[in-house]
């Protein structure tokens, strides 16, 4: 099944995308919208335009389970994602994805505008990743 993951923020919104056997999760783009609106008429967009099936939306809950303002607003931004495309949307844990998107970026030496333009899309590849073998745990 191809899966696109959404890692939401207020500027930037990081997509990525898995091949049909779910092997390979890659970054897909990076959505630069303030407006909450319109960044979900661009993601469902590229969901449309990737051939997605199911879209997965960080859940940005806290270390203690809580859901805060910005969870809710994840939740929010899934309703409309699934909405306005027509496609199942899950909402699946994201905590630490942002930090390790630092971390692997760290590795590869990567900084300053250029770090900036894809730390979001590497952290929806591994919301995705971590998704992926969710599903394959579950599934097993």
């Known amino acids: 099944m191809v899966i696109m993951s ?7 919104t990081g997509l990525a995308v ?4 779910e092997i390979l999760a890659s970054p897909l783009a990076v959505i630069e919208e303030k407006n909450f609106n319109r960044c979900a008429e661009k993601a469902a ?5 990737a051939g997605a099936e199911l879209i997965v939306i960080g859940y940005p809950k806290s270390m203690s389970n809580a859901v805060g303002e910005r ?3 994840c939740e929010r931004l899934s309703a ?10 899950e909402l699946f844990d994201e905590r630490h994805t942002t930090a390790l998107a630092h971390n692997y970026l760290n590795t590869v ?3 300053g505008k250029k770090r900036k333009a894809v730390v979001d ?6 919301i995705l990743e971590n998704y ?9």
Do not use: Q, T
Not at 121 to 126: C, G, K, M, R, W
Not at 132 to 140: E, V
């Open 18 to 21: 898995c091949d049909a056997g």
């Open 71 to 73: 969870a809710e607003k």
């Open 6 to 12: 959404v890692d939401y923020g207020e500027s930037r």
């Open 132 to 140: 992926i073998a969710f599903r394959k745990n579950r599934f097993d």
């Open 121 to 126: 899309a590497v952290a929806a590849v591994i």
């Open 80 to 89: 409309l994602i699934e909405k306005l495309s027509g496609l199942p949307a």
């Open 109 to 111: 030496n990567v900084r």
């Open 45 to 49: 967009e590229y969901a449309k335009v």
